[in-house]
């Protein structure tokens, strides 16, 4: 008879509890802050771009079907940025393409693993409503801890690190 542990492979997680010292792992935190504010730039752009091309579409499909279709995708219009950053920190990668750029991704800060589509789309929504009142201030929260984790981070219980950095501390653990 076989086991539930011969069936399902234990999944091998980075780190248990409490993540890497940024002291014992500086790579892993090195110069994310700054990486953060380019990779969102470049993001900005990935959107605007997603989005005009979008809103073509929209505009064509609201003249076509002589407007019946506007009430529906116009609030899908402003849910590209949401979807944007939700379907790809969820994703395989746990990175935008702007963090692919800047080589950061996110992580669970309780295993180190990639972040579930829930867990994403939370980090998100926090990020846009954090933005939305405090008008970047969140960001002055990250110059205060030691590994540069923003408000919604800690709410969404997430951390940005070095991709190369995690690739070789997972390496390190298996």
Known sequence: MTTSS????ALTTPWQGEPPDPITHPDLYRGVMMRRVLAYVVDIIAIVLISLL???VFIVAGIATLGLLAPVLWPLYILIPFIYNMTLIGGEKSATFGMRLFEIEVRNILDGTRPY???AGLMTALFYVSVAFTSWLILLLALFNSRHRTLHDFFSTTLVVRSQAMGELKSKTS
């Open 117 to 119: 589509y829930i867990q």
């Open 54 to 56: 979008a809103g073509s």
């Open 6 to 9: 011969e069936i399902i492979p």
